[in-house]
């Protein structure tokens, strides 16, 4: 693997170096600016980079300029990005991950967590290739139905691990008031069946950009977890309403009038889970109410699609 290690300390450089040349079998290569990065990012003898670990402190810089300037470059959009800083405060891990962090860690760090961090980063990019974001940049390229699509300019959206990482990064008392949530799109089955590659990746990023523009205001980060499920954190400033944010989101499906490749319509509408309090939880337990709320905005699609059958069934024994 190749490591691009971006930090404006020359003594955590040399660290960094020695540590990882000595603990793997990974490839490092350091640049102490900004203006750095970019021209080693440039350099097509050099790059591409496996994964990038980069500070966000620069006296003469914006903050997340460069970490947002790595993500608009192509062949870059899903590389593995740990921010690696002395800023501990919930708005700087916030605006990391919105800016397109994978992970977040703050120094002074501990050599072997550093290490175990890294590795599962690295692990994503090594092992065989399972159907992910990753894989399926291409509207075109068959899809699973369970792969993480990437969503292209929703609001708000970022990959489902950094959204992960991002949970497990806030304290309990952070986490007061939070909640999870999700939404499920109905008869993903069937429009998966049914539709091309390119017309089931335009669908689900409709949906995307339907709730992303819905949340808009709310202080939230989401992601697409596959199967049709969109799943998010909330800030303590807002609860989430799902019902109602359901009925908003399914108003703009209606009114974007979708249609397949053909012209077909599509009738294209979701389905709301109950929100899943995050008081006072860390860690794996996060993982657990993320995955509960995921669970809820499924079971909410099929009663849904349970009512609909006996609606019809119904109507035509009366």
């Known amino acids: 693997m190749r ?42 003898k050099i790059s591409p980079f496996d994964c990038i670990m980069m500070d966000v402190a620069y006296a003469e810089h914006d903050d997340y300029t460069l970490l947002q300037d790595i993500r608009r470059r192509e062949a870059y959009a899903k590389t593995p990005i740990m921010v690696l800083t002395g800023k501990s405060g919930k708005a700087h891990i916030d605006a990391a991950f919105a800016a397109g962090a994978t992970d977040y860690m703050t120094k002074p760090f501990e050599v072997n967590a550093l290490l175990g961090r890294l590795a599962v980063l690295t692990a994503d990019m090594a092992a065989p290739k ?41 304290s309990r008392s952070t986490l007061y008031g939070s909640s999870a949530y999700a939404f499920a799109i109905r008869d993903i089955a069937t429009l998966h069946a049914q539709l091309s590659a390119f017309d089931f990746h335009s669908v689900v990023n409709d949906v995307a950009d339907a709730i992303g523009a819905e949340m808009q205001g709310c202080q939230t980060l989401l992601s697409y977890a596959g199967d049709g499920i969109f799943v998010g954190i909330a800030e303590k400033n807002w609860r989430p309403q799902t019902e109602r944010v359901m009925n908003c989101v399914n108003t703009h499906l ?10 077909r319509s599509l009738d294209v509408r979701v389905s709301a889970g109950q929100a ?39 109507d035509r024994s009366a």
């Open 3 to 44: 490591i691009l290690l971006v930090d404006s300390d020359p003594i955590v450089i040399e660290t960094l170096v020695q540590l990882i040349l000595a603990r793997t079998n990974h490839d490092v290569i350091a640049a102490l600016t900004p203006s750095a990065a970019r021209e080693v990012l440039k350099n097509r």
């Open 130 to 170: 399972a159907q992910t974001a990753q894989d399926a940049p291409a509207f075109d390229a068959p899809v699973a139905l369970g792969a993480q699509l990437r969503i292209f300019d929703a609001q708000n959206f970022i990959e489902l691990r950094a959204l992960e990482n991002y949970a497990k990064q806030l």
């Open 254 to 263: 209606g009114k974007a009038d979708l249609c397949d490749g053909d012209g």
């Open 276 to 314: 899943v309090r995050l008081a006072w939880k860390s860690g794996h337990s996060v993982l657990d109410a993320l995955a509960q709320a995921q669970n809820s905005a499924d079971q909410a699609r099929i009663a849904f699609g349970q009512l609909r059958r006996e609606f019809w069934f119904m």
